[in-house]
T-cell receptor, first 114, second 110 residues
Framework: DVKVTQSSRYLVKRTGEKVFLECVQD?????MFWYRQDPGLGLRLIYF???????EKGDIPEGYSVSREKKERFSLILESASTNQTSMYLC?????????????FGDGTRLSIL | RKEVEQDPGPFNVPEGATVAFNCTYS??????FFWYRQDCRKEPKLLMS???SGNEDGRFTAQLNRASQYISLLIRDSKLSDSATYLC???????????FGRGTQLTVWP
């Protein structure tokens, strides 16, 4: 079974802090994704990466950055946390290539910015 | 316009009922389609892929209509454990990116 592990289930930080969310997958997947999920808005893609050191902006990259130094690890960084970044953050991975390749999700991190 | 649109519901049905969800997509070049299930405060999990000819997995049937650009999910003989949010998902042509609908909430009552 694919295992996607996010470093924290719950996290509380203060406005202005730099926040790191870590995600590790154990299936040698090339693609990794960061989403946030808010009530009524569904899943929104923040950033994704299709290879080590490669990154692409999703639909809502403002206020975030990412790092992919190793294939199995994809980090999401909130440069200066703000209260409107309080949300559920979900990491996902998938193998490269076309075809019916779904994404596998981690358990999610509930982040609260005070 | 969102890439994937689905009725948010909620759908409230009794045990044993048949319920159907529909979802429309805007990109005719879309390659792959899925239904995910998400329980309250949990991560989305793949329920089933959707194949061009339609496919069935037990009580669940998925259909794809490329001409009209919609997919559907039919749940027969609903169980209490089917209560969840069902996400319609489309794979675009870019680097494995998926586009998610906002989800349809289903509650099955005894």
């Amino acid at each position: 079974d694919v295992k996607v592990t996010q470093s924290s289930r719950y996290l509380v930080k203060r406005t202005g802090e730099k926040v790191f969310l870590e995600c590790v997958q154990d299936m040698d997947h090339e693609n990794m994704f960061w989403y946030r999920q808010d009530p009524g808005l569904g899943l929104r893609l923040i950033y994704f990466s299709y290879d080590v050191k490669m990154k692409e902006k999703g639909d809502i990259p403002e206020g975030y950055s990412v790092s992919r130094e190793k294939k199995e690890r994809f980090s999401l960084i909130l440069e200066s946390a703000s209260t409107n970044q309080t949300s559920m953050y979900l990491c996902a991975s998938s193998p490269r290539g076309a075809g019916n390749q779904p994404q596998h999700f981690g358990d999610g991190t509930r982040l609260s910015i005070l | 316009r969102k890439e994937v649109e689905q009725d948010p519901g909620p759908f409230n049905v009794p045990e044993g009922a048949t319920v159907a969800f529909n979802c429309t997509y805007s990109n005719s070049a879309s390659q792959s389609f899925f239904w995910y299930r998400q329980d309250c405060r949990k991560e989305p999990k793949l329920l089933m892929s959707v194949y061009s000819s339609g496919n069935e997995d037990g009580r669940f049937t998925a259909q794809l209509n490329r001409a009209s650009q919609y997919i559907s999910l039919l749940i027969r003989d609903s169980k209490l454990s089917d209560s969840a949010t069902y996400l319609c998902v489309m794979r675009g042509s870019t680097l494995g990116r998926l586009y998610f609908g906002r989800g349809t909430q289903l509650t099955v009552w005894p």
